[in-house]
């Protein structure tokens, strides 16, 4: 369609659409009729709310005539002779206020506060405050302050409300505009079922995208390895899976894993894991407010393709102190929280795992001739502490700590078997040997990060933020084949982030709340390799190379959160980021909108993400990044990766029961980094070392695409708490560098995923079981079997032919899980024991396949399995 | 009710995943031109069902192909002298530098490559070091566990797969002369040298710590003060004692000179339980390039 025709039918639509608003005529006519009288009938005829006290209108009556087409001005008319005036607050709402005999301006008020734990004093981030005549609300920040501006100065009756939490209804004086501190008190799942409005999770979220978990619910959830783990409890959220069956990172909406942001109070942590991925840094404890953002952000956020998790660390508790001392199968771990004095709190919290401790780290042994030892030290450990100092109501100063590693420390003889039938000692089965290998690797997160936040006026709150996040690992490798040969290798990676982040609430208006700020960070990455390969002692092959790379990435954004009706919300942002090096300035467009229908909430998001840093790793060579994230900035000639996400969402109680939400997503990314080669694993020696170069040769820029439906229902019955989530989705990827004609599925495509957990409490007793279904992840699947010969071989070598990367899909994946626990009181102890079965019907899952094509018979398969049962526990002790 | 049926189908289609595993017969091509010698022969074998026996021979043989190489815009005609096994009618030295193409066409596939013929490679010498006495060394069939695979980890054993033994080990350093211009792109050859003893009992050893081959370009090999290229390389010949006297085997040395197309081949071809060798060829599987070999056996005690 030409332009120009466009345009004119676009003005002819709007005409249209203004013809039939002028057409509307309004007839008022009353004669000294009671003013109130007088409003209700003209709310009813013209869909008009009025908001007023009845104090207001007591005594007051009206006389009226008007035709006409402009509703204020027959509420002037109807209001004429009074002492009141009417204003407009958004479409078709109207407030009454006195006129001011002075100056005839009424002063407007505003409604704002903090809203905290009634019991540790915590600031709650992102609590719902509603206005129900006004059918207005908003949400607190991350200091636990709201604010509603430009408000009539009336009494409103709101409710403030939080996951997790009994809801408070309360008359706030808008004339007055005091500093409300509103306290809300935790309750458990059993007052929870009992609770009609408070959600399991928020499916009615303010903000589209988000999802927002209680840390009590997080708990409650099972997962392995059995201790209360942020990072495995959220894979019972739809859309969101552990990339292995237990192992691996974060897989949201089908993207990869390290297309997620995961954020500890505000700063990067680049690898939050122990274990190889078992267990996460993120102890759900010690946090107090968790958000999910899932595809689209708020323009706050950026820096990654797919998901955003957002921990708040606790201030820790301001009223009295609390200690609480757990040990699992696995860990011990220890959280105090106390006041410190009247205007400080501070939480600490400590985790060690015990492994070690067990077999112990060295293993004295001896054959009677040579004595040697043998070491078997492996742990994960991590500290977190928070002091949060409040010199006053408007101002907080808090400090954040944090600090994780990984040690393994091995040397081992090659020939050892594990005989549990002999011996249950460890040292038992080893011996001195001169054929030995060393591993030596440490790797964990560095962070701190001084906070400062204040409100400045009413209408003003800022926060600024300093930080420090370093990654940093080493692996060394000695490795003793033959007496007279050896290798060595030393591998060094260390990332550090330094940024300054600044953001600023204003409240200008009722219907407008506005964000905007501004970050500045400053990344390293170095790494560095010493190799040496000693084959004979005449024949010795040295690498030496060193890999330093630092950027300056600049954003800013803004973003309004404006209220034009009732039932509508719209969320607008924008976000501009550079990096130096070379890549141009990027703006990125958020909108998020939700819609209340009343008995549903329609929701809506889409934006645009952009993120400067790729992780790579070398495909060769096992004497290095075995367990290191290597991340490298985008350059001139490495161009970020971008994305656009958009969803819409319905949710809807269908009964006080029930709770039902369905989300749809769709999502397009280009620009990352795909392996050139998708069979190449590390398995040689020598690679082609750490230069930026040489390792990028190993990639190839991809693009990738998913959509999908997520569904979530929650059921209340009695004290039975359930839900039930299904996820239907594809996800695919597509290689255009490689001549891909086509997309094939992601590494982590997954079909259909189903799961369903039940709780239950009796007493003392707590009960859950859960279940999972998935489909198989996709693998690649050779569809033919030939045969090739060399020049330097005699015989032609077999080769299966495998003409698409996953054109098949291992078998569908299922899992079942108990857990079953106790508690009771030892004076002012609350005592807990639980224990769990993780994958409970001991189903032995397919998580790889091997085909061997050596041999003249049929190509024979054979399948890798996952975790068989296990049997878990965890004993807690709470002061 | 409808609308419940519609949902419930879009559902079930988003989560609908099509596979594709079965595929056509497909042709096979096997052929190395060398330089100074005949045209080439040319194997053609076809692809077979993972279910199938894979037996080498009429069974897996391409017949009634109709087979032509050209060198020089000559264009020669082959003719099938055993199952899958063509041979030119007319016999034909090929130069150095030359560039062929293979037309094939069997059972409606048609399959068409080009190679140019690297220049001749010949060894200059071959020196062997063995050590006087075995050393203590690893007997390994399988060492390394993928940390990605972690949840496959037996509980039962490590099964490292590695057992210790005794070893002698061997070095080998060849030397051969570069009579062609190395510079630019026709100067882009790539190497291949490897060690093969002839021994009864082999350990996955060499390929892991030793180095009995390798591939690399050319022009990035060390020079000898007389210019030319020379590479070492260490293998393991495993013993049964501490004071075992080294088996006399035979050893054979080789030494190709390649187009990348072959470099390509033999980096892809190393691991054939995860992955296949690239292919040179236009609508089939295998390998068309040329090559330049020299070998040399000699007996070590």
């Given at each position: 369609?030409?332009?120009k025709?466009?345009?004119?039918?676009?003005?002819?639509?709007w005409?249209?659409?203004?013809?039939?608003?002028?057409?509307?005529q309004i007839?008022?006519?009353f004669?000294?009729?009671a003013?109130?009288?007088?409003l209700e009938?003209?709310?009813?005829?013209?869909?008009?709310t009025f908001?007023?006290?009845?104090?207001?209108?007591?005594?007051?009556?009206?006389?009226c005539?008007?035709?006409?087409?402009?509703?204020?001005?027959?509420?002037?008319?109807?209001?004429?002779g009074?002492?009141l005036?009417?204003?407009?607050?958004r479409?078709?709402?109207?407030?009454l206020?006195?006129?001011?005999?002075?100056a005839?301006?009424?002063?407007?008020?505003?409604?704002?506060?903090f809203?905290?734990?009634a019991?540790?004093?915590?600031?709650?981030?992102?609590a719902?405050?509603y206005l129900?005549?006004?059918?207005?609300?908003?949400?607190?920040?991350?200091?636990?302050?709201?604010?509603?501006?430009?408000?009539?100065?009336?009494?409103?009756?709101?409710?403030?409300?939080?996951?997790?939490y009994?809801?408070?209804?309360?008359?706030m004086?808008a004339?007055a505009?005091?500093?409300?501190?509103?306290?809300?008190?935790?309750?458990?799942?059993v007052?929870q079922?009992?609770?009609?409005?408070?959600?399991?999770?928020?499916?009615?979220?303010?903000?589209?995208?988000?999802l927002?978990?209680?840390?009590?619910?997080?708990?409650?959830?099972?997962?392995?390895?059995?201790?209360?783990?942020?990072?495995?409890?959220?894979?019972?959220?739809p859309?969101?899976?552990?990339?292995?069956?237990s192992?691996?990172?974060?897989?949201?909406?089908?993207?990869?894993?390290?297309q997620?942001?995961y954020?500890?109070?505000?700063?990067?942590?680049?690898?939050?894991?122990?274990?190889?991925?078992?267990?996460?840094?993120?102890q759900?404890e010690?946090?107090?407010?968790?958000?999910l953002?899932?595809?689209?952000?708020?323009?706050?956020?950026?820096?990654?393709?797919?998901a955003?998790l957002d921990?708040?660390?606790?201030?820790?508790?301001?009223?009295?102190?609390?200690?609480?001392?757990?040990?699992?199968?696995?860990?011990?771990?220890?959280?105090?929280?106390?006041?410190l004095?009247?205007?400080?709190?501070a939480?600490?919290?400590?985790r060690r795992?015990?492994?070690?401790?067990?077999?112990g780290?060295t293993?004295?042994?001896?054959?009677?001739?040579?004595?040697d030892?043998?070491?078997?030290g492996?742990?994960?450990?991590?500290?977190?502490?928070?002091?949060?100092?409040r010199?006053?109501?408007?101002?907080?100063l808090?400090?954040?700590?944090?600090?994780?590693?990984d040690?393994?420390?091995?040397?081992?003889?090659?020939?050892?078997?594990?005989?549990f039938t002999?011996s249950?000692?460890?040292?038992d089965?080893?011996?001195?040997?001169?054929?030995?290998?060393?591993v030596?690797?440490?790797?964990?997160?560095?962070?701190?990060?001084?906070?400062?936040?204040y409100l400045h006026?009413?209408?003003?709150?800022?926060?600024?933020?300093l930080?420090?996040?370093?990654y940093?690992?080493?692996?060394?490798?000695?490795?003793q084949?033959?007496?007279?040969?050896s290798?060595?290798?030393?591998?060094h990676?260390?990332?550090?982030?330094?940024?300054?982040?600044?953001?600023?609430d204003?409240?200008?208006?009722?219907?407008h709340?506005?964000r905007?700020?501004?970050?500045?960070?400053?990344?390293?990455?170095?790494s560095?390799?010493?190799?040496?390969?000693?084959?004979?002692?005449?024949?010795?092959?040295?690498?030496?190379?060193?890999?330093?790379?630092?950027?300056?990435?600049?954003?800013?954004?803004?973003?309004?959160t404006?209220k034009?009706?009732?039932?509508?919300q719209?969320?607008?942002?924008?976000?501009?980021?550079?990096l130096?090096?070379g890549?141009?300035?990027?703006?990125?467009?958020?909108?998020?909108?939700?819609f209340?229908?009343g008995?549903?909430?329609?929701r809506?998001?889409?934006?645009a993400q952009?993120?400067?840093?790729?992780?790579?790793?070398?495909?060769?060579?096992f004497?290095?990044?075995?367990?290191?994230?290597?991340?490298?900035?985008?350059?001139?000639?490495?161009?970020?990766?971008?994305?656009?996400?958009?969803?819409?969402?319905?949710?809807?109680?269908?009964?006080q029961?029930?709770?039902?939400?369905?989300?749809?997503?769709?999502?397009?990314?280009?620009?990352i980094?795909?392996p050139?080669?998708?069979?190449?694993?590390?398995?040689?020696?020598?690679?082609?070392?750490?230069?930026?170069?040489?390792?990028?040769?190993?990639?190839?820029?991809g693009?990738?695409?998913?959509y999908?439906?997520?569904?979530?229902?929650?059921?209340?019955?009695?004290?039975?708490?359930?839900?039930?989530?299904?996820a239907?989705?594809?996800s695919?990827?597509?290689?255009?560098?490689?001549s891909?004609?086509?997309?094939?599925p992601?590494?982590y495509?997954?079909?259909?995923?189903?799961?369903?957990?039940?709780?239950?409490?009796v007493?003392?007793f707590?009960?859950?079981?859960?279940?999972v279904?998935?489909?198989?992840?996709?693998t690649?699947?050779?569809?033919?079997?030939?045969?090739?010969?060399?020049?330097?071989?005699?015989?032609?070598?077999?080769?299966?032919h495998?003409?698409r990367?996953n054109n098949?899909?291992?078998?569908?994946?299922?899992?079942l899980?108990?857990?079953?626990g106790?508690?009771?009181?030892?004076?002012?102890?609350?005592?807990?024991?639980?224990?769990?079965?993780?994958?409970?019907?001991?189903?032995?899952?397919?998580?790889?396949?091997?085909y061997?094509?050596?041999?003249?018979?049929?190509?024979?398969?054979?399948?890798r399995?996952?975790?068989?049962?296990?049997?878990?526990?965890?004993i807690?002790?709470e002061? | 009710?409808?609308?419940?049926?519609?949902?419930?189908?879009?559902?079930?289609s988003a989560?609908?995943d099509?596979?594709?595993?079965s595929?056509p017969?497909?042709?096979?091509?096997e052929?190395?031109?060398a330089?100074q010698?005949?045209?080439?022969?040319?194997?053609?074998?076809?692809?077979?069902p993972?279910?199938?026996p894979?037996v080498?021979g009429?069974s897996?043989?391409?017949?009634?192909?109709?087979?032509s190489?050209a060198?020089?815009?000559?264009?020669?005609?082959?003719?099938?002298?055993?199952?899958?096994?063509?041979?030119?009618?007319?016999?034909h030295?090929?130069?150095?530098?030359?560039?062929?193409?293979?037309?094939?066409a069997?059972?409606?596939?048609r399959a068409?490559a080009?190679?140019?013929?690297?220049?001749?490679?010949?060894?200059?010498?071959?020196?062997?070091?063995?050590?006087?006495?075995p050393?203590?060394?690893?007997?390994?069939?399988s060492?390394?566990?993928?940390?990605?695979?972690?949840?496959?980890?037996?509980?039962?054993?490590?099964?490292?797969?590695?057992?210790?033994?005794f070893?002698?080990?061997?070095?080998?350093?060849?030397q051969?002369?570069?009579?062609?211009?190395e510079?630019?792109?026709?100067?882009?050859?790539?190497?291949?040298?490897?060690?093969?003893?002839?021994?009864?009992?082999?350990?996955?050893?060499?390929e892991?710590?030793?180095r009995?081959?390798?591939?690399?370009?050319?022009?990035?090999?060390?020079?000898?003060?007389?210019?030319?290229?020379?590479?070492?390389?260490?293998?393991a010949?495993?013993?049964?004692a501490?004071?075992?006297p080294?088996p006399?085997?035979?050893l054979?040395v080789?030494?190709?000179?390649?187009?990348?197309?072959?470099?390509?081949?033999?980096?892809?071809s190393?691991?054939?339980?995860?992955?296949?060798?690239?292919?040179n060829?236009?609508?089939?599987?295998?390998?068309f390039?040329?090559?330049?070999?020299?070998s040399?056996s000699?007996?070590?005690q």
């Amino acid at each position: 369609m030409a332009p120009k025709r466009r345009i004119a039918l676009l003005c002819s639509c709007w005409l249209l659409l203004v013809g039939a608003a002028q057409a509307q005529q309004i007839t008022v006519d009353f004669r000294d009729v009671a003013l109130r009288e007088a409003l209700e009938v003209f709310s009813t005829q013209e869909r008009v709310t009025f908001i007023f006290s009845e104090r207001q209108v007591r005594d007051l009556r009206s006389t009226c005539a008007y035709q006409g087409t402009v509703v204020g001005d027959a509420i002037a008319c109807i209001l004429q002779g009074t002492t009141l005036r009417a204003e407009r607050v958004r479409r078709r709402q109207y407030v009454l206020s006195s006129i001011s005999p002075a100056a005839h301006v009424v002063p407007l008020g505003m409604i704002r506060g903090f809203v905290t734990d009634a019991t540790s004093g915590e600031m709650l981030s992102g609590a719902n405050i509603y206005l129900a005549s006004m059918r207005l609300g908003t949400i607190t920040n991350s200091a636990g302050y709201f604010a509603l501006s430009h408000l009539p100065p009336v009494d409103y009756t709101v409710r403030i409300s939080y996951v997790g939490y009994a809801a408070v209804d309360t008359v706030m004086a808008a004339y007055a505009a005091p500093l409300s501190h509103i306290r809300l008190q935790r309750i458990t799942i059993v007052e929870q079922a009992q609770e009609v409005v408070a959600p399991l999770y928020e499916p009615l979220a303010v903000e589209p995208g988000v999802l927002r978990v209680p840390t009590g619910i997080l708990q409650r959830m099972p997962g392995f390895p059995g201790e209360a783990d942020l990072l495995n409890a959220l894979r019972w959220l739809p859309g969101v899976q552990r990339a292995g069956t237990s192992t691996s990172g974060l897989v949201v909406r089908g993207s990869a894993p390290d297309q997620n942001l995961y954020l500890l109070d505000g700063a990067p942590v680049y690898h939050p894991w122990h274990a190889f991925s078992l267990v996460s840094t993120f102890q759900s404890e010690k946090f107090k407010d968790v958000r999910l953002y899932r595809g689209s952000f708020p323009a706050e956020h950026g820096g990654r393709l797919s998901a955003v998790l957002d921990a708040e660390m606790k201030d820790g508790n301001r009223e009295e102190a609390t200690a609480a001392v757990a040990v699992g199968a696995f860990s011990g771990r220890f959280i105090l929280e106390t006041p410190l004095g009247d205007h400080s709190s501070a939480m600490f919290s400590v985790r060690r795992s015990y492994i070690d401790g067990v077999i112990g780290k060295t293993q004295p042994v001896s054959d009677g001739v040579v004595v040697d030892t043998m070491r078997t030290g492996y742990y994960f450990m991590d500290m977190s502490g928070k002091i949060t100092w409040r010199p006053s109501n408007r101002q907080r100063l808090s400090l954040s700590v944090y600090g994780g590693r990984d040690v393994l420390d091995l040397r081992l003889p090659f020939d050892i078997t594990l005989d549990f039938t002999s011996s249950l000692r460890f040292r038992d089965w080893l011996r001195p040997s001169e054929l030995f290998f060393e591993v030596d690797t440490h790797w964990g997160n560095y962070l701190v990060n001084a906070r400062y936040q204040y409100l400045h006026s009413n209408q003003l709150f800022v926060t600024a933020a300093l930080y420090s996040s370093s990654y940093v690992a080493r692996e060394s490798i000695y490795i003793q084949p033959v007496v007279s040969s050896s290798v060595m290798s030393r591998y060094h990676v260390n990332l550090h982030d330094a940024g300054l982040k600044l953001d600023v609430d204003y409240y200008p208006l009722l219907t407008h709340q506005v964000r905007t700020g501004l970050r500045v960070v400053r990344r390293i990455f170095n790494s560095k390799l010493d190799a040496e390969i000693r084959r004979t002692p005449g024949s010795v092959d040295n690498t030496n190379q060193e890999s330093r790379l630092s950027a300056v990435e600049l954003v800013g954004y803004i973003q309004d959160t404006w209220k034009p009706m009732a039932s509508l919300q719209v969320q607008l942002g924008l976000r501009g980021s550079i990096l130096s090096g070379g890549t141009r300035l990027v703006l990125d467009p958020r909108l998020g909108l939700r819609f209340d229908g009343g008995t549903f909430v329609l929701r809506a998001s889409g934006g645009a993400q952009v993120q400067y840093v790729h992780r790579i790793r070398d495909r060769y060579s096992f004497l290095y990044d075995l367990v290191s994230a290597r991340w490298v900035p985008a350059s001139g000639s490495l161009d970020p990766s971008r994305s656009i996400n958009m969803s819409v969402g319905v949710a809807a109680p269908f009964t006080q029961a029930i709770t039902w939400s369905l989300d749809a997503y769709w999502h397009t990314s280009n620009g990352i980094l795909l392996p050139t080669d998708e069979a190449r694993d590390k398995d040689g020696l020598e690679g082609p070392g750490i230069e930026l170069g040489t390792l990028l040769g190993q990639y190839s820029r991809g693009r990738a695409r998913a959509y999908g439906l997520e569904s979530m229902t929650r059921v209340r019955l009695g004290p039975w708490l359930s839900w039930i989530s299904y996820a239907a989705g594809r996800s695919f990827s597509r290689t255009p560098e490689l001549s891909d004609k086509s997309y094939r599925p992601a590494r982590y495509d997954v079909p259909q995923i189903f799961q369903a957990a039940i709780m239950r409490d009796v007493g003392r007793f707590t009960f859950s079981i859960s279940s999972v279904w998935r489909s198989g992840y996709p693998t690649t699947v050779p569809i033919a079997r030939y045969a090739v010969g060399d020049p330097l071989s005699e015989t032609p070598t077999r080769y299966l032919h495998r003409p698409r990367i996953n054109n098949g899909r291992l078998p569908a994946f299922f899992r079942l899980g108990f857990q079953a626990g106790y508690w009771f009181t030892v004076r002012t102890a609350r005592i807990s024991a639980q224990v769990q079965a993780y994958n409970l019907t001991n189903r032995r899952n397919v998580v790889g396949r091997e085909y061997y094509p050596e041999g003249d018979g049929p190509v024979l398969v054979e399948d890798r399995h996952g975790f068989p049962l296990i049997p878990l526990f965890e004993i807690k002790a709470e002061l | 009710m409808r609308p419940k049926i519609i949902a419930f189908l879009v559902l079930m289609s988003a989560g609908c995943d099509a596979v594709h595993q079965s595929s056509p017969t497909l042709l096979v091509v096997e052929s190395y031109v060398a330089s100074q010698e005949s045209l080439p022969v040319v194997h053609l074998r076809q692809t077979r069902p993972l279910g199938d026996p894979y037996v080498l021979g009429a069974s897996t043989a391409a017949a009634g192909a109709t087979v032509s190489v050209a060198m020089d815009s000559l264009w020669f005609d082959y003719a099938m002298d055993e199952p899958g096994v063509y041979e030119p009618l007319v016999d034909h030295l090929v130069l150095p530098q030359a560039e062929l193409s293979l037309d094939v066409a069997w059972q409606g596939q048609r399959a068409a490559a080009t190679t140019r013929v690297p220049p001749v490679l010949t060894l200059d010498s071959v020196l062997v070091v063995a050590g006087e006495e075995p050393v203590s060394g690893l007997i390994l069939d399988s060492l390394f566990i993928d940390p990605a695979q972690i949840d496959t980890i037996r509980f039962d054993s490590l099964r490292t797969g590695a057992s210790e033994g005794f070893v002698y080990l061997v070095e080998v350093t060849m030397q051969w002369r570069v009579d062609y211009a190395e510079e630019g792109l026709d100067g882009a050859y790539w190497v291949r040298t490897q060690l093969r003893p002839d021994l009864a009992d082999r350990t996955r050893l060499d390929e892991y710590f030793l180095r009995p081959e390798q591939l690399l370009k050319e022009r990035h090999i060390a020079r000898d003060a007389a210019g030319r290229r020379i590479w070492t390389g260490v293998y393991a010949v495993p013993v049964d004692a501490a004071d075992a006297p080294m088996p006399v085997h035979r050893l054979r040395v080789a030494l190709v000179r390649s187009t990348q197309a072959y470099a390509q081949f033999v980096s892809g071809s190393d691991n054939p339980r995860r992955r296949e060798p690239p292919t040179n060829i236009t609508g089939a599987l295998g390998i068309f390039a040329g090559v330049s070999v020299d070998s040399f056996s000699v007996v070590v005690q």
